[in-house]
């Protein structure tokens, strides 16, 4: 199969199930922390379908407003999205937006896929469901990483060696650390996990500074 018709395909795949999966959450679940630090549940779904919800020139002036800080921006954006949206929206905007097309700047369609993925996780890791992420969408991501990918979630790995426990995946030299490979993704950037994950646990960080 061509990639690019894999990573549509992955694309899509990840928002269907994602968009089943918060048609199934209570309305108090809306409003659940999530591994983005200072988001709730409906925070990230805003932010997630900006790209479908809003036009190239009004991104453009909202990045111009947060004097082009991108965090900065989609913290505002998704704060207020959250705020005027409503959960039935919310998910709508998801749903209707299956197949969009949209791809961050410089990422491509892997970086689309990237993005849903990892979010998605935020969420449901967040709210301790156990959701398994299929191993060969975690790969796609994965295969997707660089250095400077990873140096932009602000990630200091020095002296570890990530191994997944599910994938034919390691990434650093030093002591191992295993987990599952969407939670060693989760790892690369910059998010803490709940305990139990990773074997042994790394101790917690700050907050990433990357959405």
């Not at 894999?6 to 928002?15: G, Y």
């Not at 409906?42 to 082009?68: C, D, K, N, Q, W």
């Not at 959250?82 to 998801?94: F, G, H, T, Y």
Request: overall charge positive.
């Amino acid at each position: 199969m061509n990639q690019n018709r894999e990573l549509r395909e992955a694309v899509a795949a990840e928002r269907r199930e994602q968009a089943e999966l918060l048609a199934g959450l209570r309305p108090e679940q809306w409003d659940a922390p999530t591994l983005c630090e200072g988001w709730r549940v409906r925070e990230v779904v805003a932010h997630t379908t900006m790209p479908f919800r809003t036009s190239l020139g009004r991104t453009v002036l909202e990045l111009a407003r947060a004097r082009g800080d991108v965090n900065r921006m989609a913290d505002r954006c998704a704060r207020r999205d959250a705020a005027r949206l409503s959960d039935r929206e919310l998910l709508a905007a998801l749903r209707d937006n299956i197949d969009h097309p949209w791809t961050p700047p410089g990422g491509g369609v892997r970086g689309a896929l990237s993005h849903d993925v990892i979010h998605g996780l935020d969420i449901t890791v967040g709210l301790g469901l156990d959701r398994r992420v299929p191993p060969e969408r975690i790969a796609l991501v994965l295969a997707g990483l660089s250095r400077r990918n990873i140096a932009f979630f602000g990630v200091d790995l020095d002296g570890i060696a990530l191994h997944a426990t599910d994938l034919d995946w390691t990434y650093g030299t030093g002591t191992p650390v295993r987990g599952a490979a969407q939670d060693l993704l989760l790892v690369l950037c910059g998010r803490n996990l709940p305990p139990g994950r990773l074997s042994p646990a790394l101790p917690a960080r700050g907050p990433a500074p990357a959405r």
